[in-house]
């Protein structure tokens, strides 16, 4: 149990070290890219306006909230929420992000597969995770004072992670698509001019690393699992 806990903590912790590098990254090309002025002058709110209104989309809500990359859209309410930098802001950053989550409101609109999975998945996912945090203390006493109940539990986390893992892995195509969408757009709406253009490309690609790192590490994690045990089970 000890060599199974220690395996688990260097895999988390390789994968939080590479997550922060890139999140660290991410930032700094946001600063940079917050200090590109737009030539189109459209904030992050006219940015988002026009795409919706460019997609016959008229029924979703664009709202400033607090924090720092913070942006968001939710599919429950419709509302594309952007940070107050990014609901302001006449920059590039500004416009690669309000136009990238409304992304996702033309893929609500429009039922791209994709999302709708990952709509689903998410209770499922939001119960797995509450599960695998008292399952942690569970798995710890049942491996030394019931080795066979000890299986059966772990066998459980893995179904649990498995689930992680599917939406960590679902979510890619999401985000990368939503990306897509944003700089074809941001292209042929004339919101974004040569080099402006490539940087609001950089930046979105450094936001869709920080969702393949995640997907990484889940799957290296549920993979650590089912080696430890199969490899209890053949003891």
């Known amino acids: 149990m000890m060599h199974y806990n220690i395996?688990?903590?260097?895999?988390s912790g390789i994968f939080m070290l590479i997550g922060l590098l890139v999140s660290s990254r991410l930032k700094s090309k946001f600063a940079k890219y917050s200090q590109e002025r737009l030539v189109s002058k459209f904030?992050?709110?006219e940015v988002a306006e026009k795409m919706l209104r460019d997609n016959g989309i008229f029924d979703v809500k664009i709202q400033s909230?607090?924090?720092?990359?913070?942006d968001h859209y939710n599919p429950k309410d419709k509302t594309v929420n952007l940070s107050h930098d990014v609901y302001h802001g006449q920059?590039?950053?500004?416009?690669?992000?309000a136009a990238h989550e409304c992304g996702h409101a033309v893929q609500h609109a429009t039922a791209y597969t994709w999302l709708t999975l990952r709509s689903k998945m998410v209770p499922a996912v939001q119960i797995a995770s509450?599960?695998?945090g008292i399952l942690s203390f569970v798995l710890a006493f049942a491996f030394y004072s019931m080795p066979h109940l000890g299986n059966t539990v772990m066998l459980l986390f893995i179904i649990l992670q498995s689930a992680i893992t599917l939406f960590t892995i679902v979510t890619l195509?999401?985000?990368?698509?939503?990306?897509?969408r944003a700089l074809v757009w941001l292209n042929s709406a004339g919101i974004t001019y040569g080099s402006e253009h490539e940087d609001a490309k950089d930046a979105l690609k450094w936001a869709a690393y920080t969702y393949i790192v995640a997907a990484l590490g889940a799957i290296a994690s549920l993979l650590y699992m089912i080696l430890r045990f199969t490899g209890n089970n053949n003891d």
């Open 43 to 45: 904030s992050g709110k």
């Open 7 to 11: 395996g688990l903590m260097v895999i």
């Open 91 to 97: 920059h590039v950053a500004a416009a690669a992000v």
């Open 130 to 132: 509450t599960i695998m």
């Open 173 to 180: 195509p999401v985000e990368i698509d939503a990306s897509n």
């Open 65 to 70: 909230v607090d924090g720092q990359l913070t």
